[in-house]
DNA sequence: AAGAGTATTCTGCTGTACGAAACAACTGTC
DNA sequence: GACAGTTGTTTCGTACAGCAGAATACTCTT
């Protein structure tokens, strides 16, 4: 029968092995027989490619369970140091978490999604990795801010404007409005826009070369973050962290 | 023909697209030809898996250039996290960095090799996700420590104990010696066993059942480490910091 | 002992990933 | 402006590798 259009050039061996990794990745620990359901591939198959990972160092097998191994630590690692300032960041991200005592973190974008890339605060961890809609976030906002008319024509071209909270901006005027506001004060507010109850700022981070970087953000529950807060202290040290970022990669 | 033997079940694929990654891994922002001449693909093969790959998100396309892209982050940033001892070790490594003002690092074992799972320190940063051979690191000799008989076994068995620096331990029977004398102590030495000029120090972290969680070490110029310094100031902060661990993970 | 659940091995078939080659879009060179 | 040398993209027939399914081996329960 062949391929159903002419346009995948794509290998679907290659996307069984990471449905299978991304199957691991939602619950570790699990069988073969176990991932053989959770999938829709045969058991052999399974089989095969975990045999494959496995030799290849990227799946561990232990008693009968099957776990992704650090492998990929290692090739995301590097990813993840690409730019020098992104180590920078890291640093600054935890100071920031340790000064304020709220949660902080470091977003940069991708085919126009946030990622975080660091993270400070305590409740279930490991939100690094994960992506979120820019236009919902107090980072995202100040990284969309620095889009060209162009590039955010072909975002709200390419990802809708959802609703993921009572105030999220929806509108694509509303939200061109809001963009010139952050570029021109220099930080963004997410007052519940992402997620009812959640209030968050932040700022962008530039290189030497005034280059966006990312951005550096805190967030916490809205009834924390008054305007004195805010104003007289949160805003000056997020400046502050990105001034220093920028600093250090000038110099040393 | 067939293949040469009844042992292989690999999918020959899957290696192919981790023959890329890898690749990128070691430098990223390669062309399709440069990624070609790189590995022993052809061109039309590597075109494919790297769409493949790109429509997966795993690898991102900036004009021309191909990068690893952040999907495999929130893949390793999950495996990372696996253990919740994992994430306190975290914040314990660059406390401990701060503090001392030493390089600081959280280690554990997979398939017979030390991983560094977390680091804090200054120099060409990103160790993380990287492997070490374990008898020859302060870190990795604790982990040995706790290895039952068989499980040594084993491991001189499918590893050799290569002589790395000047001070490396290469015999058996040197180093079952050693491995007692840390299991008596309760922390381990790695005086230029590793690289020459370097010093290690580092203590065992275990969870409240008991278990081995990982390894928490400090390291650097061997002329920092003065017996003093050891005995009355790193040794006894490492053996806190480790308690704290545990305690963290049985009361919130 | 039987049963239900595993992982592993085997085999022949089929679909697909592959390589070679041609094409298109750019570059710079003379 | 023609030409040679890049690059990425597409096509196409075929070998071969990944696949399904069954058969086997192995653990546990009961």
């Known amino acids: 029968m062949g391929p159903q259009n002419g346009e995948d050039v794509g290998v679907a061996t290659t996307r069984k092995t990471f449905a299978i990794l991304e199957t691991l990745r939602e619950s570790e620990g699990l069988s073969i027989a176990e991932i053989t359901r959770r999938t829709e591939l045969t058991k052999s198959t399974v089989y095969r490619h975990l045999k494959t990972l496995q030799e290849l160092g990227y799946v561990i097998e232990r008693d009968g369970e099957y776990y992704i191994g ?9 990813t993840r140091n690409r ?3 992104y180590t ?7 100071d920031l978490g340790r000064e304020t005592d ?5 977003l940069v974008e991708e085919n126009f999604e946030g990622v975080y890339l660091y993270r400070y605060g305590s409740p279930s961890n490991t939100m690094v990795g994960e992506r979120r809609p820019l236009h919902a976030l107090a980072s995202g906002k100040v990284i969309l801010a620095e889009f060209d008319d162009d590039r955010l024509e072909r975002f709200v071209e390419r990802k809708e404007l959802g609703q993921h909270a009572k105030n999220t901006i929806t509108g694509q005027g509303a939200l061109r409005e809001e963009l010139a506001e952050v570029r021109e004060q220099g930080y963004a507010l997410n007052d519940e826009e992402y997620m009812d109850g959640l209030f968050g700022v932040a700022v962008p981070v530039y290189t030497p070369e005034d280059e966006l970087l990312g951005s550096l953000g805190l967030f916490g529950p809205t009834s924390r973050f008054t305007d004195e807060y805010l104003y007289d202290d949160l805003i000056d040290r997020l400046w502050d ?5 920028k600093v250090t990669l000038a110099y040393g």
Do not use: N
Request: net charge negative.
């Open 70 to 78: 650090m492998g990929l630590l290692e090739i995301a690692e590097q």
């Open 83 to 85: 730019e020098p300032g």
């Open 88 to 94: 920078v960041a890291q640093r600054k991200v935890f």
């Open 102 to 106: 709220e949660r902080a973190m470091f």
């Open 241 to 245: 962290k990105a001034g220093e970022i």
